[in-house]
């Protein structure tokens, strides 16, 4: 879909990890384009200062190796746009790692 100058995106969108980097980069497009962006970082400093930059971002910290954190963020995303269009999974989780199968907090579940 491309987006020509002038055109404003109905979207309400959800970005992980978006305080720097790709993710930063990311919202600033989606703001730019007219979406309601809410942004997501384990990195509270850098959200506050996202939040200056880039007028109109709603933030919360959110560490998302804690499901309880995730479940949290996504309430608040969809209460604070009143919806959720789009969403971007752009954080990641460091550490060890080992087949889904194989690690013994995994536990599947159906969609």
């Known amino acids: ?33 007219g979406a309601k962006v809410f942004v ?7 959200l506050d200062a996202l939040s200056k930059e880039i007028k109109g971002v709603m933030t919360k910290v959110c560490d998302n190796s804690k499901r309880s954190d995730v479940e949290a963020l996504i309430l608040a995303a969809v209460h604070a746009l009143g919806g ?4 971007v999974n752009n954080a990641g989780i460091s550490g060890p790692t080992a087949p ?12």
Not at 40 to 46: T, V, Y
Not at 84 to 87: E, I, N, R
Not at 100 to 111: E, L, Q, T, V, Y
């Open 84 to 87: 959720l269009d789009v969403l």
């Open 100 to 111: 889904w199968n194989r690690r013994s907090h995994w536990k599947p579940r159906a969609a």
């Open 1 to 33: 879909m491309e987006i020509r100058k002038g055109d404003s995106m109905n979207q309400r969108v959800l970005v992980t990890a978006g305080a720097s980097g790709i993710g930063r980069e990311i919202t600033s497009a989606f703001v730019a384009n």
């Open 40 to 46: 997501s970082d384990i990195n509270a400093e850098g």
